[in-house]
């Protein structure tokens, strides 16, 4: 008889629910902006540290 095993994921779905927590309240977004940010909060991120960046670079 074959032993079944199943691996379970958990700690990646962790990861994901925490950053895209972070990227709502980090960046104050709005409803929307935060239900869109489900599929692309990373790229939210990455205008917010852009902008941040420029900045720097100005002063």
């Known amino acids: 008889m074959e032993k079944v095993i199943i691996n379970n994921q958990e700690i990646l779905g962790s990861l994901w629910m925490i950053g895209w927590l972070f990227t709502i309240g980090y960046l104050r977004l709005s409803f929307w902006k935060g239900v869109l ?5 990373p790229y939210y991120l990455g205008v917010k540290f852009s902008k941040d960046t420029k900045k720097e670079i100005e002063k």
């Open 37 to 41: 940010s489900l599929i692309v909060w």
